[in-house]
């Protein structure tokens, strides 16, 4: 679909990121006041990156397969690129130059299952790059059961059910941010595995039902999702805004853990406590995928 298509990606990304950057930021001088692009011209970038314009003009068409790390390291340091972007970059090299990832096949390890499960104080989850949640510890399953499809639902995604259902919606207060990074975690992720095809039907089905998803996605953004702080408003608790931490699991290639906390004696960590209490109320519910194909 075109919406993954790693030459097009290519081509906007930087396009995009050129367009942010100024002559005066690049530190070139700006001639005549009518310029008809909003940022850099090609011929700019490729006098920063240190090639001829012919060049450069290839590698934004989406003819960067055979770009060596030195090309893609100047023509980052000529846009300016954040570590996020940078990352985007040389993995639409990869892709382009049809060089698979590897990816977590089959059931996760039971040995992570139970560190997960012992995360008994915070909310905890397991997701891949398409934002399926694939396991949880009984707080995250209550933290996150707005977004499950009914009860005895094993998986979830998050991006489906933050754009097309209305529990979704009202799940995140911040819901400018939360839009802009559940879409740049998803571009990351077709950045790195642009033939997923479940990756593509899911961003194709976004794509075609949600402007706002829509709007987003050719922003072309991508981003590092590893530490920061979000909101959550829960029907049972309220608002509540935790601490996260996400991290990648090296023996299981394209999965996250993310866990939530807050500090001790703050209104939020009450409100986890409170969560807790409510959990414990509710009828157990399934806590994992344990069988079936998790990522392709």
Request: aromatic fraction near 6%.
């Amino acid at each position: 679909m075109e919406c993954v298509s790693t030459e097009s990606d290519i081509r906007d990304f930087l396009a995009s990121r050129r367009a942010k950057i100024t002559p005066q930021q690049a530190g070139l001088p700006a001639y005549g006041g009518n310029r008809r692009v909003p940022g850099l011209r090609r011929e700019e970038v490729a006098l920063l990156a240190g090639v001829s314009i012919d060049y450069y003009v290839r590698l934004e068409r989406g003819h960067i397969a055979g770009a060596s790390e030195e090309v893609l390291d100047a023509v980052a340091n000529a846009l300016q690129l954040d570590d996020a972007e940078r990352a985007h970059l040389f993995d639409l090299a990869r892709a382009a130059a049809k060089r698979p990832v590897r990816r977590a096949r089959g059931p996760l390890p039971d040995s992570v299952l139970r560190v997960l499960r012992s995360m008994t104080d915070s909310p905890a989850f397991i997701r891949n790059g398409r934002l399926d949640i694939l396991a949880t510890n009984p707080l995250g399953r209550a933290l996150y059961a707005p977004l499950f499809p009914d009860p005895s639902a094993q998986t979830a995604n998050i991006a489906r059910s933050q754009f097309l259902t209305p529990a979704g919606h009202d799940f995140f207060p911040d819901w400018d941010e939360s839009v802009n990074t559940t879409v740049a975690l998803l571009r990351t992720e077709a950045g790195r595995a642009p033939h997923d095809t479940e990756l593509t039907g899911l961003i194709g089905e976004l794509v075609t039902r949600s402007e706002e998803f829509r709007t987003a996605w050719a922003k072309h953004n991508v981003r590092l999702h590893h530490t920061g702080r979000k909101s959550f408003r829960h029907p049972a608790v309220g608002v509540i805004t935790v601490d996260f931490d996400a991290m990648e699991l090296p023996a299981q290639p394209g999965l996250t853990l993310t866990a939530y906390s807050a500090a001790p004696g703050t209104p939020d960590h009450d409100a986890l406590q409170l969560l807790a209490a409510w959990s414990a109320t509710e009828t157990a519910q399934p806590t994992s995928a344990r069988s079936g194909r998790q990522d392709p």
